[in-house]
């Protein structure tokens, strides 16, 4: 069983930069895949990011250049920072984890954290 737990999100202007922190218990966090999903009202899930066990990430193209994954091992923590940021960012983010990469890709992870929100005015 794992636990995540989102944190950082909030309201934040055009152009500005928020990072977001998972913080994951109850198994062996290394060796999980971890990722960033977010939903906006009315539109579908989106994948935003994901970090291997080994480091290897991938970006939706929404994003890249302006979000980066990282994950730090000892804290058994996994960060969002995303800078740049825009009004079509606004959405709830979700952390997620399985130990493979194609349920997190495929949005059919084991586990979700509760969702945090970032709200990014223009």
């Known amino acids: 069983q794992v636990q995540l737990v989102e944190s950082g999100g909030g309201l934040v202007q055009a152009g500005g930069s928020l990072r977001l922190s998972c913080a994951a218990s109850?198994?062996?966090?290394?060796?999980?895949?971890m990722g960033w999903y977010r939903q906006a009202p009315g539109k579908q899930r989106e994948l935003v990011a994901v970090?291997?066990?080994?480091?290897?990430?991938n970006y939706a193209d929404s994003v890249k250049g302006r979000f980066t994954i990282s994950r730090e091992n000892a804290k058994n923590t996994v960060y969002l920072q995303m800078n740049s940021l825009k009004p079509e960012d606004t959405a709830v983010y979700y952390c997620?984890?399985?130990?493979?990469?194609?349920?997190?890709?495929?949005?059919?992870?084991?586990?979700w954290g509760q969702g945090t929100q970032v709200t990014v005015s223009s």
């Open positions: 109850g198994s062996i966090f290394s060796k999980n895949v």
């Open positions: 970090i291997t066990s080994a480091g290897s990430t």
């Open positions: 997620v984890a399985d130990y493979r990469f194609i349920r997190v890709v495929a949005g059919t992870p084991d586990y």
